[in-house]
């Protein structure tokens, strides 16, 4: 019997949500909880033709008429305007269905149930973290895991009120720090498994001189929209809100910047073309599902707040054994050597 691996978002908690969900949840900016949002947000209309899962509601993929992303309900995410998604791409990027070590998107393996962990995730381990588990199915056959991607900051707020994750990957040790004063996670379970690094990136056919001309290609009169995630809760939103400032093109481009509710969800807005170009993690760039689709520029290091990335087990873990194990296999050396082909630094770089 092998491991499951889930990626599917519950949140039974009141708060600004993330992405894919099928817990009751309330609170404002929702992509999960209370119903699973549009991805344009215009229009309202009932009916059926959900793109996954099934329900009437308003707030629409891309205009009138029905197509939610995720479960049943209605949702907002109203910062860009309709736009033609990729599918696959898109579903990939949204952090939604579930996995398995076959990688199929449908189904499910079960496992013995000995053991279970639930990870709430940030989005630029998209599909870092999902290829690790897969490779952690095998090697722990006995554990189930369940994960949720979404921004750092949000699950911060949610996770210091009670939502049900056993495991935070941050991508921010910040929000670690944070969730340690609240007095909320396992003494001395904290721990950093990463840096993150940052890219312009911009599909091919948009014909952008991205590698040649990095930040300042963002100020050409081409460019309508540059996607970043939302600085307010995202650290790759603030990331790239300094990284503009200090290449000097914050207060051109600022009026052009639309924004997602996290770094997959940015990514996903330039993809499906909603988007001219973003600055997303280079995580996301490099692999395999968004390679040789676009051009992409790197951010020096030195230009942005550095992301520290970290981990810590919640206190009100189920089976914190279990949650050891799977921070130990994140930080062992299978888990350094994919977060470097993923194009991560290591801690201490």
């Known amino acids: 019997m092998s491991g499951r691996v889930v990626g599917r978002g519950t949140a039974p908690w009141s708060g600004a949500g993330n992405r894919c969900g099928t817990g009751a949840g309330s609170g ?136 049900p994750f056993d495991v935070f990957l941050s991508a921010d040790t910040l929000y670690t720090g944070y969730l340690e004063e609240e007095g909320v996670t396992l003494p001395d379970s904290a721990f950093e498994y990463a840096v993150g690094r940052l890219v312009v990136w911009a599909p091919t056919e948009g014909n952008l001189r991205i590698a040649e001309d990095g930040m300042a290609a963002l100020t050409d009169p081409g460019v309508r929209k540059v996607a970043v995630a939302n600085p307010e809760h995202a650290p790759y939103g603030r990331a790239a809100m300094a990284a503009l400032e200090h290449a000097g093109v914050l207060e051109e481009v600022e009026p052009k910047l639309v924004y997602g509710e996290n770094i997959a969800q940015t990514a996903e807005f330039v993809v499906s073309g909603g988007a001219d170009a973003g600055i997303i993690a280079l995580s996301l760039a490099v692999a395999p599902a968004m390679e040789g689709r676009g051009e992409m520029y790197e951010i020096p290091l030195d230009t942005f707040p550095r992301l520290n990335q970290g981990g810590v087990i919640m206190e009100r873990a189920e089976d914190p054994e279990a949650a050891r194990v799977l921070t130990g296999y994140l930080t062992g050396e299978e888990g350094r050597d994919l977060l470097e082909r993923y194009g991560f630094h290591l801690p201490g770089h």
């Open 28 to 163: 404002s900016g929702s992509e999960a909880g209370a119903g699973a949002g549009s991805e344009a947000g215009a229009g309202a209309g009932a009916g059926s033709g959900s793109e996954a899962g099934a329900g009437a509601g308003s707030a629409n993929r891309a205009g009138a008429g029905s197509g939610h992303r995720r479960g049943t309900g209605t949702g907002r995410m109203a910062r860009w305007g309709a736009a033609l998604v990729a599918p696959a791409l898109a579903a990939l990027l949204a952090g939604c269905g579930t996995f398995t070590a076959g990688g199929d998107a449908a189904n499910s393996t079960t496992g013995t149930g000995a053991g279970s962990v639930r990870v709430a995730a940030a989005s630029d381990l998209r599909f870092a973290l999902d290829e690790l588990l897969e490779e952690f199915a095998v090697d722990h056959p006995d554990i189930d895991v369940e994960v949720a991607y979404g921004s750092s900051g949000n699950f911060a707020s949610q996770l210091a009120n009670g939502a």
